[in-house]
Each structure stands twice: as C-alpha cells, then as structure tokens.
C-alpha cells in the first residue's frame, strides 16, 4: 500500500521547516558559543582609604544632610565607584545610608561627589562618614 498524498506533503513541510529552523538558529548559537556570551564586570572591594568624607553639612533649603565625597583612585584601571555613606546622630538612634556613584574615575585621579541624606533635627550636630566602597572596571 502506498502513503496518501497528504501525508507525503506533510513529511516535505516538517523536513523544510526544520531545515529553515537550523539555517537560521545554527548561525547565531555559533555566534554566542563562540563569543563567550557578555563580559561580566568584576567588583571589589577597595580599601576604605580611597573614599573618604570631605564635609558634612545642612542644606539650610531642604534641611537635608549633605556629605561631600572625595575618592583617590588607587585602581590600576579606569572604572566606577560605588561609596556606601553612613548619617548618624548621638545618642544613636539609627543609621541611614546613601549610595554615591562616580563613573569613569582615571587611575590616580581625584573625583568629588556628594551625598544626600534625611532631614537631620535641629540642634542635633551632623555626622557623615564612609561605611564602604566598591570598584568596578569599566567594561570595553
């Protein structure tokens, strides 16, 4: 007995489809293997040294603390910064934290950001200070 003609053409259409399927995904998985897929930026942990708090004060508009940053570049390549800066007041009742970002900080370059943290209360003296700080190299 033979196969119906339908069935002979739906044998063709699967066969073709495949074909096109692998004409056009073959390419581009040889693309991603071969590229290695996206450079991953690698962060570290950078000696408290490198950023530091270089004034700590009231914005008198907003009545905001505001904390200076300054960032000594020790990194052997050009990359960003990320600065963890602490608020507090005395007694203690809690810290807040803010991120500070500084891109495209050179080797040996000096760069300057600012942080602003919460309302601070009156009468209540102002303190800022460095909790942390990461590097990451610039991708390219």
Same mark, same amino acid.
């Given at each position: 007995?033979?196969?119906?003609?339908?069935?002979?053409?739906?044998? !063709?259409? &699967?066969?073709?489809?495949?074909?096109?399927?692998?004409?056009?995904?073959?390419?581009?998985?040889?693309?991603? !293997?071969?590229? #290695? #897929?996206?450079?991953?930026?690698?962060?570290?942990?950078?000696?408290?040294?490198?950023?530091?708090?270089?004034?700590? @004060? *009231?914005?008198?508009?907003?009545?905001?603390?505001?904390?200076? *940053?300054?960032?000594?570049?020790?990194?052997?390549?050009? #990359?960003?910064?990320? %600065?963890?800066?602490?608020?507090?007041?005395? +007694? +203690?009742?809690?810290? %807040?934290?803010?991120?500070? @970002?500084?891109?495209? %900080?050179? +080797?040996?370059?000096? %760069?300057?950001?600012?942080? &602003?943290?919460?309302? !601070?209360?009156?009468? &209540?003296?102002? !303190?800022?200070?460095?909790?942390?700080?990461?590097?990451? &190299?610039?991708?390219?």
């Amino acid at each position: 007995m033979g196969t119906s003609s339908a069935l002979k053409w739906q044998g !063709w259409f &699967v066969g073709l489809v495949g074909l096109a399927a692998l004409l056009v995904f073959a390419p581009l998985a040889l693309y991603v !293997w071969a590229g #290695g #897929g996206p450079q991953q930026a690698v962060a570290a942990h950078v000696p408290a040294e490198d950023a530091a708090v270089s004034a700590c @004060r *009231i914005d008198p508009a907003s009545k905001r603390l505001l904390a200076g *940053i300054e960032v000594t570049s020790r990194a052997a390549q050009t #990359g960003s910064y990320v %600065v963890t800066v602490e608020f507090r007041q005395d +007694p +203690p009742v809690g810290t %807040v934290q803010a991120l500070v @970002r500084l891109d495209g %900080v050179a +080797p040996g370059a000096v %760069v300057h950001g600012e942080a &602003v943290g919460p309302v !601070w209360p009156a009468g &209540v003296a102002p !303190w800022c200070g460095v909790a942390g700080a990461e590097f990451t &190299v610039a991708a390219g």
